[in-house]
C-alpha cells in the first residue's frame, strides 16, 4: 500500500459539509487512526467537532480510479488554526505527525506529505519562508534517521492559499513560490483563485476536491 502524509491547518483537514458530498465508500481507500489502518470515513481529520470533507477524498478516489491494484493510505495530521510555528520540530504537532508516519510505514510505503497551511501566518514574509523550509527538511531527514532509509528527496506537495480569504497573505504565497522554484522535491498548485465558503476562510467542496485533484496529478507525473 502506497500512503500519504497529511499535514497544515483546517484547509487540509477540511471543513466541508459532509451532506453535501456524495459518501465514499472504497475498501481501497485506509486511514490511520488509533495506529491501524481502517476503511475511510469522513471526515478523515477530526481535529474540531466542525470537521468535514477535505481535499483527501478527492485524491483518493483519483488514486484509486487509475491504480486500480493499490491501496492508497492516507495519515491525517493536520490541526486548524495551526501557525508555521506549531509545525516546528520541537513542538507536539510535528512530533505527532512523525509518529503517525513511522507507524504507517511499518506496512506502507509513504509516497508523499500533502500541504496547506499559510492562513495563521499572513505577515510573516522571510520567516515564513525559512520556517517551512525548516519542516519540509525536518520530515524528510528524521524519516530517514528513523527508518533508515532515504527519503531526503520525499515529495512536498502544497497549494497556495486563497486571495479571497480574509487572511490572505502576499508573502506568505511569495515565500512558497521561492520555496517550490528553489527545492525541485517540492511542488507548488495555484490556489490564488478558489472559492470559499461563507467563512471567507475555508474551501468550499469544489475547491478542495480541486486540490485533491490538482495533487494527485502532480503524484501522477512523478510516477
Known amino acids: 500500500m502506497k500512503s500519504v502524509l497529511m499535514i497544515g491547518q483546517s484547509n487540509m483537514a477540511g471543513r466541508g459539509f459532509i451532506n453535501e458530498v456524495p459518501m465514499i465508500c472504497n475498501e481501497r481507500i485506509q486511514m490511520l487512526r488509533n495506529g491501524k489502518w481502517q476503511m475511510m470515513t469522513e471526515p478523515i481529520n477530526y481535529d474540531r467537532p466542525i470537521s468535514g470533507v477535505s481535499l483527501a477524498g478527492s485524491f483518493a478516489a483519483m488514486w484509486c480510479m487509475e491504480n ?20 516546528s520540530i520541537e513542538k507536539i504537532l510535528f512530533k505527532n505527525a512523525i509518529i503517525q508516519a513511522k507507524f504507517a510505514m511499518q506496512n506502507s510505503n509513504l509516497i508523499a506529505i500533502l500541504w496547506h497551511q499559510g492562513e495563521s501566518d499572513r505577515a510573516y514574509g522571510d520567516k515564513y519562508y525559512e520556517n517551512l523550509k525548516a519542516v519540509v527538511a525536518y520530515v524528510r531527514n528524521h524519516l530517514s534517521e528513523k527508518t533508515g532509509e532515504d527519503y531526503s528527496r520525499l515529495p512536498f506537495i502544497f497549494g497556495t492559499v486563497a486571495r479571497k480569504n480574509k ?18 522535491n517540492t511542488y507548488l498548485i495555484d490556489m490564488s483563485d478558489a472559492e470559499l465558503m461563507g467563512d471567507r476562510l475555508h474551501f468550499n467542496q469544489n475547491s478542495a476536491e480541486y486540490l485533491g485533484k490538482q495533487m494527485y496529478e502532480q503524484i501522477k507525473k512523478l510516477r
Open 68 to 87: 486500480k491494484e493499490e491501496q492508497i493510505g492516507l495519515i491525517p495530521c493536520a490541526e486548524g488554526g495551526s501557525s508555521i510555528d506549531d509545525w
Open 167 to 184: 487572511q490572505y497573505g502576499s508573502e506568505v504565497e511569495e515565500a512558497m513560490k521561492r520555496l517550490a522554484k528553489e527545492d525541485k
